[in-house]
């Protein structure tokens, strides 16, 4: 069964580091890359980023590159943060992709979604 749960949230000082967790089904792994989206208020859900589960291929937001990494063990997707902003506060979901797109209306299954709230 398609299985996708995420957790980390929480709040933080800018500056700050949160890491997430995305524990994913053995099917869902295997067949989809995994990738992280957020959706602040009023905002569109954005991409963040997302890691091939072929070939390890990462791709990141130009908003996060040089402080979010994603990475991968077993069935598990993590997102860690560092260097927080204020402007990162947003609801961040673990996502089923299939490709690695970082488009929302592309994204084959959703996580339940972990608030990140970053102060200043």
């Known amino acids: 069964e398609v299985q996708l749960v995420e957790s980390g949230g929480g709040l933080v000082q800018a500056g700050g580091s949160l890491r997430l967790s995305c524990a994913a089904s053995?099917?869902?792994?295997?067949?989809?890359?995994i990738g992280w989206f957020r959706q602040a208020p009023g905002k569109e859900r954005e991409g963040v980023s997302c890691?091939?589960?072929?070939?390890?291929t990462t791709y990141y937001a130009d908003s996060v590159k040089g402080r979010f990494t994603i990475s991968s063990a077993g069935n598990t997707v993590y997102l860690q943060m560092s260097g927080l902003k204020p402007e990162d506060t947003a609801v961040y979901y673990c996502?089923?992709?299939?490709?690695?797109?970082?488009?929302?209306?592309?994204?084959?299954?959703w996580g339940q979604g972990t608030q990140v709230t970053v102060s200043s």
């Open positions: 890691i091939s589960s072929g070939d390890g």
């Open positions: 053995r099917v869902t792994f295997n067949n989809y890359n």
């Open positions: 996502a089923a992709e299939r490709p690695c797109a970082m488009v929302a209306d592309e994204v084959y299954h």
